[in-house]
């Protein structure tokens, strides 16, 4: 059996099948030997959790499992063959009589002049980890120029779109700048813009009413610039320009304006939904020993009134059960079982000790209450004890020490040999 993605829904796939069917031959292939927790993905950005902590080894967490790295470039379901192509040498392809596809999703960008080239995504570790190392480099190039228009505009933040990843990242990037400006006295006082547009009227769409307005509020009073009804024209080595008509001088542009599925999920020939998701049914098969679910799939949850599950980890991890639960029945010749979940919350941290939490639809909790409660369940979220031990212990040094602030853009390039000495 083969499972396409080693994220959230493929390696919790594998992980379960292990317990469940231990006599299934089960292969991962994917391009990382990790799954990234990524709830965890601002706090790695900001250093309050070790990069490393936020990301789990794919073979600690599913040592029944193959793992086979290398990206997945075409699927040939005549054959039932995929070609996989290793980070390193030729080319191969690995055969399967059951496939599972969980290859997730990308960012989703628009037509927007100059933004590939300016602005940076903030999906994977590497995007979180550049953007911690970039936005300290600003408060160090700030700290050495002397035109007061270029010391404003290395100071001036710009993040467009206003969902959980946007809002997350921003309050957290802002805690880590205002730790670390203790340290650069010449731009201590300097103001420091941090701007986040939506083309929505409101952020944070899945928290709607009083949480969301609370989140809008907090935001608002720490001095943060919500655009709101306000897309991204054009963007250029200087800056940007919104659709409100103001060109904002900065050096800092991060899309997290959404996703989109896989482009490969629509090389595989199978039906796909408006939103280029493989369609699957109750049970999530896709065809005759294809199954798929996570963020690429458009899966049917049952209580939800056969709705479409929106692109969350809690989704894709109880799609992972069901299926895990599905796949092993076929392999036994038992019944399979419909896929329902009823969600147990949203949660959104804010920054400065403050978040949103919401339970069942009915416990809300914000502040304080609220930061815990999202940190506690992240934590209970996440797999493997040792990685819980770790970020806790993360969290624990935060309370007693101050902000590491150190940049380490370099770190994994480094530099050549210098040639003998003649
Ligand atoms: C910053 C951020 C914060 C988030 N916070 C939350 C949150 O707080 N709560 C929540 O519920 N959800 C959150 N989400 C959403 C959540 O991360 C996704 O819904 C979830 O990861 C989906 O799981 P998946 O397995 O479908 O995709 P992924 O976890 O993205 O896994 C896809 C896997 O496929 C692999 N892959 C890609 N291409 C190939 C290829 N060609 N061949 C082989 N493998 C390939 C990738 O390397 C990856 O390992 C957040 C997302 C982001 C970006």
Redesign the pocket.
């Known amino acids: 059996m083969l499972i ?7 390696s919790y796939v594998a992980r379960l099948l292990g317990k469940r069917a231990p006599e299934l031959e089960v292969t991962l ?4 030997n990790y ?2 927790y ?2 965890l ?2 706090e790695a950005a900001s250093g309050t959790v070790e990069p490393r902590h936020a990301v789990v080894p794919v073979r600690v967490m599913c040592p029944k499992a193959r793992l086979l790295l290398g ?2 470039t075409a699927v040939d379901m005549a054959t039932r063959t995929v070609a996989v192509q290793p980070a390193e040498g030729e080319p191969f392809e690995e055969g399967f009589d059951t496939l599972v596809v ?4 990308i960012a989703r960008t628009a037509p927007v002049p100059g933004l590939v080239e300016h602005a940076v995504g ?2 994977t570790i590497a995007e979180a980890i550049h953007l911690r190392n970039h936005v300290l480099q600003q408060l160090e190039l700030a700290s050495t120029v002397d035109d007061p228009a270029e010391r404003r505009r290395r100071l001036t933040f710009v993040f467009v779109g206003g969902g ?2 946007g809002v997350e ?1 921003m309050a957290e990037l802002e805690d880590l700048v205002r730790d670390a400006s203790r340290h650069y006295p010449s731009v201590r006082n300097v103001p420091r813009r941090w701007i986040l547009a939506d083309a929505a009227d409101h952020i944070l769409n899945d928290l709607r009413g009083r949480l969301g307005e609370y989140a809008a509020d907090q935001l608002e009073k720490r001095g943060f610039d919500l655009r709101l009804n306000t897309v991204l024209r054009a963007v250029d080595a200087d800056g940007v320009e919104l659709s409100d008509g103001e060109h904002v001088p900065t050096a800092t542009i991060v899309w997290t304006a959404g996703v989109r599925p ?1 482009p ?1 999920v629509a090389q595989l020939g199978m039906p796909l939904d408006e939103r280029s998701r493989i369609v699957v049914d109750e049970h999530l098969q896709a065809g005759e020993g294809v199954w798929a679910l ?3 799939a458009a899966v049917p949850n049952a209580a939800a009134g056969g709705a479409t599950d929106p ?4 989704h ?1 991890l109880r799609q992972a059960r069901t299926l895990a639960r599905n796949i092993a029945a076929a392999a036994h010749g038992e019944k399979l079982r419909t896929y329902r979940y009823r969600m147990l919350g949203q ?1 959104a941290t804010l920054g400065r000790h403050k978040g949103v939490f919401e339970a069942l639809g009915a416990f809300r909790f914000r502040g304080f209450p609220g930061w815990w409660l999202t940190r506690t369940y992240h934590l209970y979220q996440l797999p493997l004890m040792s990685r819980r031990t770790r970020v806790v212990s993360d969290w624990t040094v935060g309370l007693f020490f101050r902000r590491d602030v150190v940049e380490l853009g370099s770190l994994g390039r480094p530099e050549p040999l210098e040639p003998p000495a003649r």
Do not use: E, H, I, W
């Open positions: 396409l993605g080693a994220g959230f829904a493929g292939v994917d391009p990382r799954m990234l990524t709830p993905l601002p990206r997945a969980a290859l997730g999703a903030f999906k959980y990843a990242a896989n490969l996570g963020d690429s692109p969350t980890c809690q894709a949660a």
